[in-house]
């Protein structure tokens, strides 16, 4: 797989001989290292800042040990299909949470590919989310195959067009994408906000002085493939994530469309040079990033992630567009990696919000707010690629001190 | 175009062929054609509004004819929304506007305004000096709560305000050592800077008060009285917060120190060109950091306004923001980066917020819609329709010094 970091200089370049050589160059790139040194550090942050408000390093021990198994992950130790254990379950939700951040997070790689940074994942998904209700909870007794169909498509296609919007801004006035993306974000915000509160179009029909949307009709609903009657089961929009990271790869490494992507991200005016429409891919890359995005709405509202329904209040809690950015990052934008990044949030995020909700070594409330830091520490020092690398090198350096000087900045330099 | 001597010889016709005061009277008579059918006037018939509103839109298409785009089609807008409101207000019941368009309105513009404009100017010093700024919302957040947690600790507001400002500009030094030194992607860096903080009060907030509202008589940000009474003025203009009147004195320090200081010159210079800053001798790096680390000083002054103030009354939410750091972004954007530009966003901005409250006498759900508006507007600035908005050129570029 490419590796979407900046190429290394060609004195580096030169001595690609061995695997040993290579793994090196890409360690000295960025590759793997950076996002290994992210996490540990984030979670270390993170404990450190446990350990310091509740004065007991041992508290924030077994605070890790409690999201872990929050996320459902000692299931790996006493395996059971069951649901109603305990740890199953956690599993599950665990992965049900996974495969909307895997969307999310494909959405911002994908723009990523192609030189831009899409910041909008969150409004997108919004779309998407909204369409699929709407056309969810009307036409009802269509044929389900054929509701559930329409619902994704359309959701898709919708928050398509509307990150689209911000594709069309770049490639025609040259705005700036984040600038765009920010504000569609908020006015797909206030849009819920207003479709989903009282009085509102899709407000309940039956509670008018309930601000939630009707629940999307049984037909148009997801089918669980491991779940118990009652609780909420892992439904097939796993499947679609997963088939989702491989479209991306697909598309992004054995099409045309895709090397086009890649070319504009790499240099927009080598890439018009060699004949590509920047324009066009700007549109396009920004189009099929906001698809990830609406997809992740869609599957979210018809798999009952949220009761198959949608209020106003939980407009502001919503948060997996953003999440999807750290995903993107931490996964260097890559298909693959973006999987692990979503894995790794899915569990973070199950693991803190409700692993630690019957906890008694420390205020589940914290802990939930424990993911922002580590997420927010991810996403800062995974820009700061200089940073570990310097610390990367220097190690090296002091194993070895009569090598050459090793050069952080500009196998970096942007 | 009109010479100087064509304008000492007839005043009148050269100011008439000044596109920009066309303009600005287009814009002056469309918000007039409003203003017609609310109280005080309070005109009963729609004619006044769309006669006045009409005289709005011609001035606009003269304006933009003669080349000035962005003022023409902005006095188009105003007069077509002059009408339109106009209507919307005569057909109206006397009570319900009397209710929601009264002098509290402008009062509440002003407090809306308040934070944004502190934000805005924040932005734009930083990016003035070429550091995109998006973490805005998170030093807003952080000095919202931080300042109303050395308030309640503290004693007294004025103590706030310290807290508030000295925790803003920590978390701006942090960001702009990633921004600046290690040369990392401005707008990642901002985005964490905003999980961050939402993650850091949020933890915070439950571990110093343990999830219990804060408690009731904290020393609030006061109010300055300047006029007393029970006329227009005094409700609308008289009795501001103490922030209020520092956001207005605010603008025009900023305006001063950027384009009239040799300091100002400096900064605009590592922003448009930071080599040629480097050159002359210029310390870019120290201009860069200053200007980060002032950004973070007032959007916590601007946050800790939104606890301390008089909407937020002591009291400190989860993410209570609310994206308003990116509001203060696009008036910063919308403002063109110059301190009147973003003042006068800002206040719009404001009003559309103040707006959404007050219309809630008609319709509570479509006032909701009202919050759109600062992201619409925005957009179409970028977008260029109205004239194009100019970023700093080395905005968002990390300098490596050489």
Redo the contacts between chains.
């Keep these: 797989m490419t590796d979407p970091g900046p190429s290394p200089p060609p004195e580096q370049a030169a001595e690609t001989g061995t695997l040993a050589a290579r793994i090196a160059l890409k360690q000295r790139a960025g590759g793997i290292v950076v996002p290994i040194f992210t996490v540990i550090f984030a979670l270390v942050m993170s404990g450190i800042v446990v350990a310091a408000t509740q004065h007991s390093v041992h508290t924030a021990l077994l605070v890790y040990k409690e999201i872990f198994d929050g996320a459902g992950l000692n299931w790996i130790f006493h395996p059971t299909t069951s649901l109603l254990d305990i740890n199953a379950y956690n599993l599950s939700q665990t992965l049900l949470q996974t495969s909307t951040l895997i969307l999310t997070g494909l959405s911002v790689a994908f723009a990523f590919r192609c030189g831009m940074f899409n910041i909008g994942g969150q409004g997108q998904y919004f779309v998407g989310l909204i369409v699929a209700n709407w056309l969810g909870v009307n036409f009802a007794g269509m044929n389900p195959f054929a509701h559930i169909l329409l619902c994704i498509v359309a959701g898709t296609l919708a928050a398509a067009a509307y990150a689209g919007i911000a594709g069309v801004l770049k490639a025609t006035v040259g705005a700036h994408e984040v600038i765009s993306t920010i504000m569609l974000n908020w006015i797909a915000f206030w849009l819920a906000s207003w479709l989903f509160g009282d009085g509102g179009p899709l407000q309940n029909s039956t509670q008018p002085t309930v601000p939630v949307s009707n629940q999307v009709s049984p037909g148009a609903r997801l089918p669980d493939f491991w779940g118990v009657q009652g609780f909420q089961g892992v439904h097939i929009g796993l499947f679609i994530a997963l088939a989702a990271v491989v479209v991306f790869w697909v598309l992004l490494n054995r099409t045309t469309v895709g090397y086009e992507v890649r070319a504009v991200g790499f240099n927009p005016d080598a890439a018009a040079y060699g004949g590509i429409s920047v324009k066009k891919n700007f549109i396009r890359a920004m189009a099929i990033s906001g698809a990830f995005a609406g997809l992740a709405g869609a599957i979210d509202m018809l798999g009952g992630t949220t009761n198959y329904q949608f209020g106003q209040l939980d407009v502001p809690f919503s948060q997996v567009g953003f999440i999807g950015i750290a995903v993107a990052l931490l996964g260097r934008n890559t298909a693959v990696g973006t999987l692990f990044g979503a894995l790794l949030f899915g569990g973070l995020l199950y693991g803190s919000f409700h692993g630690l909700g019957s906890s008694s070594v420390i205020d589940p409330q914290l802990a939930g707010n424990l993911t922002y830091i580590i997420q927010g520490l991810i996403v800062l020092f995974i820009g700061a690629d200089v940073l570990i690398l310097y610390v990367w090198n220097s190690r090296k350096k002091l194993r070895r001190p009569p090598a050459k000087p090793a050069k952080p900045a500009e196998a970096t330099a942007a | 175009m009109s010479t100087w001597a064509a304008r000492l010889e007839n005043p009148l016709s050269a100011s008439l062929r000044d596109a920009r005061a066309t303009g600005a009277l287009g814009i002056f008579l469309g918000a007039l054609a409003a203003f017609l059918a609310i109280p005080p006037i309070e005109a009963r018939t729609v004619t006044w509004p769309i006669l006045v509103g009409i005289v709005a839109a011609a001035l606009g298409v003269w304006t933009v004819t003669r080349g000035r785009r962005r003022l023409g089609w902005g006095a188009v807008a105003a007069g077509v929304l002059g009408i339109g409101l106009g209507i919307l207000a005569t057909r109206s019941s006397t009570e319900n506007l009397g209710t929601a368009f009264d002098a509290t309105l402008v009062a509440q513009t002003f407090s809306f305004a308040t934070p944004l404009v502190f934000g805005a100017l924040g932005g734009m010093f930083s990016e003035r000096s070429g550091v995109v700024n998006?973490g805005l919302e998170g030093m807003m957040l952080m000095g919202a709560f931080w300042g109303v947690y050395g308030a309640d600790k503290g004693g007294s507001w004025a103590v706030g305000l310290l807290v508030a400002a000295g925790v803003g500009g920590l978390v701006a030094l942090v960001y702009a050592f990633?921004a600046i030194h290690?040369?990392?992607?401005q707008?990642?860096?901002g985005?964490?800077?905003?999980?961050?903080?939402?993650?850091?009060t949020?933890?915070?907030f439950?571990?110093l008060y343990?999830?219990n509202p804060i408690p009731n008589g904290v020393s609030l940000l006061p109010n300055i009285k300047i006029i007393s009474g029970n006329n227009f003025f005094a409700q609308a203009i008289g009795d501001l917060n103490i922030l209020t009147w520092a956001s207005f004195a605010l603008v025009i320090v900023a305006y001063v120190v950027l384009f009239k200081t040799p300091i100002g010159l400096r900064i605009r210079a590592c922003g448009e060109h930071p080599r040629a800053a480097d050159t002359v001798g210029i310390n870019v790096y120290a201009v860069r950091y200053g200007c980060v680390v002032l950004s973070g000083v007032l959007a916590a002054l601007g946050g800790i306004y939104l606890s301390e103030g008089p909407q937020g009354n002591g009291s400190f939410l989860f993410?209570m923001t609310?994206?308003r750091g990116?509001?203060a972004?696009?008036a910063m954007?919308f403002g063109n980066w110059r301190p009147a530009g973003a003042f006068g966003a800002a206040i719009l901005f404001g009003f559309s917020s103040a707006l959404a409250l007050k219309l809630q006498v008609y319709?509570?759900?479509?006032a909701?819609?009202f919050?759109?508006l600062p992201?619409?507007l925005?957009?179409i600035a970028?977008?260029?329709v109205i004239g194009?908005t100019v970023?700093p050129a080395a905005d968002g570029k990390?300098y490596?010094r050489q």
């Design positions: 998006i990633f290690l040369r990392s992607d707008i990642v860096g985005t964490g800077v905003n999980f961050l903080a939402v993650g850091i949020g933890y915070f439950v571990q343990h999830n993410n609310n994206g990116f509001i972004l696009a954007i319709s509570g759900s479509a909701t819609l919050q759109i992201y619409v925005t957009l970028v977008a260029g194009r970023a990390p490596v």
